[in-house]
């Protein structure tokens, strides 16, 4: 479905006065567009809105049509060599290489088509969300909703294919997505009614099309709980031939498996012990009677619990954790300009803190979600995910206790750091807006520098004094800085480490309970999510070291003239690409 404005989208050539780097780019060109024409709710998802009521196909033809598009794109990018290219040109062919290698590794041979019941509800979370962000009074509104409902009417025909692919999940995924359709079905029944009101002739079409978007999702409810789930004895674990291939995509890093695992246990027992120094004098003060023999991790797992139980009873309650959110960013971001770390967005920007959508309530605590590549100006949302209830009322009472306990007052702030001001939002607005990044430089970000980024600047905030007032606020944030080796560790442990379920269910829990200090809540929601999404937890240290070793070497190289702002402030102008990749353009 082409809007009036849509038709007139084109997709931005970098200017070059390379002369190798025209062809490259005309190819480049034809690989985006055919990508997003293939994928429709990737295209809607990045602003890019000639392909809006087109709908993703994954019947048996859609499938061909996917690996012969991939493969024949893999055979053209190969013929180009990288050297002959200039060095930003060069990032991009490696960008769409990587590219096109992890979507015939998911594919070919993971198949996630067969075993992966998100691939099917993302594309409906996002393929819908995403048309609906527009301003308020955009004259755009119409084509959008014409949009929504040829993307309805085409959902029966997508879900039966989901159906006829989906062969035997593992029951972590299946009973995820049992959880997270009911979003599905409240989008179409709850937030798009509002939307349609205004708009008399589609609203009559949409009163028609409901009955039969909501019938077709309620029978993929009851085939999931169901057929699917009779038959979900998938394993989760990509073991050990798998897991590394897919690390290789996902990270786009020079670290191998075993250098990562020793950093973060290094990490780890530098970090803690730490916290041990920085919790005595505390503890002291809070508990001057308790008198511990332990030695060694040990000491380190009672003394620092025992400040940190305390620290985490200054917590919010549910009904005011996104205005405390709110609260906290406005005091992080005075600090930020106070100790000028980098130029923040403008006041104006379309920055949100609001609820996550319901489709991806549960994977994560908070997320961050940008505005799309083509369209920086929409709406950025820093998402907070509901406390997850289970209908028992004394379960539902301890697990809410534990949630805001973990992301008690100091926590909250953390996490603000790391998702807002000035990680992902800040990250994301520079990348989206700078003069220098290339369509594909923001197009095919790299998780590895966003996540990076985002623990890089926690470490960066506390280092320049933040809550130097109060000590429980640094401890808590090294009780957060954990969690990065903690996500390495789980990821390839759990994956490759030969345990059974139960075995590394009790090892993973352990782990993250006694020597990362996290509440219940939080390791169990973690540790389903290392077993539901393989290697992304592994982009948190990963990121973190590539990007710290990176930090250290532009300081030595740049002796007394290296300045925090202006290292930030050009490390984000880059775009979200791989932090080797910035490394060459930085230091060459």
């Excluded at 003394?303 to 009904?319: I, W």
């Excluded at 992301?407 to 989206?432: K, M, R, T």
């Excluded at 077993?531 to 300081?555: A, C």
């Amino acid at each position: 479905m082409d809007g009036c404005d849509d038709v007139s989208q084109a997709i931005p050539r970098p200017e070059t006065g390379h002369l190798p780097d025209r062809p490259f780019y005309e190819h480049a060109e034809r690989y985006l567009e055919g990508m997003m024409r293939l994928n429709p709710f990737v295209a809607t998802y990045l602003g890019y809105h000639r392909y809006d009521g087109d709908m993703d196909d994954f019947s048996e033809q859609g499938l061909a049509a996917r690996r012969s598009f991939y493969e024949d794109a893999g055979r053209r990018f190969a013929a180009f060599d990288p050297a002959l290219l200039s060095p930003g040109a060069a990032v991009d062919l490696d960008l769409i290489r990587t590219d096109i290698a992890s979507n015939l590794f998911n594919l070919l041979e993971l198949r996630t088509h067969e075993s992966d019941p998100q691939v099917y509800n993302d594309i409906i979370g996002y393929g819908t969300l995403y048309l609906t962000i527009l301003e308020a009074g955009s004259p755009l509104w119409p084509d959008r909703l014409q949009a929504l409902l040829e993307r309805m009417r085409a959902l029966p025909r997508f879900l039966r294919d989901a159906r006829a692919n989906l062969r035997n999940p593992a029951m972590v995924v299946t009973q995820f997505i049992i959880e997270q359709n009911p979003g599905n079905m409240a989008f179409f029944e709850q937030v798009l009614p509002p939307l349609f009101a205004g708009h008399p002739r589609l609203k009559s079409e949409f009163d028609k099309e409901l009955p039969r978007t909501l019938a077709a999702l309620r029978g993929y409810q009851t085939f999931l709980e169901g057929e699917l789930k009779a038959r979900s004895d998938g394993d989760w674990r990509l073991g050990g031939e798998l897991w590394p291939r897919k690390l290789k995509l996902a990270l786009q890093s020079d670290l191998e498996p075993e250098a990562i695992q020793q950093r973060a246990w290094d990490w780890m027992k530098e970090q803690r012990e730490q916290m041990l120094r920085l919790a005595r004098p505390m503890h002291d003060r809070l508990f001057p009677s308790h008198v511990h023999a332990e030695r060694g991790d040990d000491l380190i797992n009672v003394l620092v619990e025992e400040v940190l139980n305390d620290a985490a009873n200054r917590h919010s309650s549910p009904d005011r954790l996104l205005e405390d959110c709110r609260r906290w960013v406005e005091k992080i971001k005075a600090f930020i300009v106070q100790k000028d770390v980098i130029t923040l967005p403008p006041a104006s920007d379309n920055f949100v803190i609001e609820r996550t959508p319901a489709f991806l309530d549960g994977m994560a605590v908070a997320f961050f979600n940008p505005a799309p590549a083509f369209e920086p100006h929409l709406k950025k949302s820093y998402w907070i995910s509901s406390i997850p209830r289970t209908g028992d009322p004394a379960l539902d009472a301890r697990r809410t206790e534990s949630y805001l306990r973990e992301y008690n007052d100091y926590g909250l702030q953390s996490l603000s750091i790391h998702e807002a001001f000035p990680g992902h939002y800040v990250q994301f607005y520079y990348a989206l807006n700078s003069p220098i990044a290339s369509i594909y430089k923001k197009v095919f970000s790299s998780g590895t520098f966003a996540e990076g980024w985002a623990v890089l600047c926690e470490e960066q905030i506390f280092e320049q004094g933040y809550a130097a007032s109060e000590p429980e606020a640094l401890l808590v944030h090294k009780k957060m800085s954990l969690r990065a080796p903690l996500n390495a560790i789980l990821d390839q442990r759990l994956h490759t480490g030969g345990m059974s379920e139960d075995d590394g269910d009790r090892w993973a829990l352990e782990l993250m309970r006694r020597y990362g200090f996290q509440e219940e809540a939080e390791a169990v929601r973690k540790l389903r999510r290392a077993k539901i999404s393989s290697t992304q937890l592994s982009t948190y240290f990963v990121g973190f070291l590539d990007l710290l070793d990176l930090m250290k070497d532009y300081r030595a190289a740049k002796g007394p003239a290296f300045k925090l702002k202006e290292f930030n402030e050009r490390l984000l102008s880059y775009g979200t690409i791989p932090p080797r990749a910035v490394r060459r353009l930085m230091l060459g």
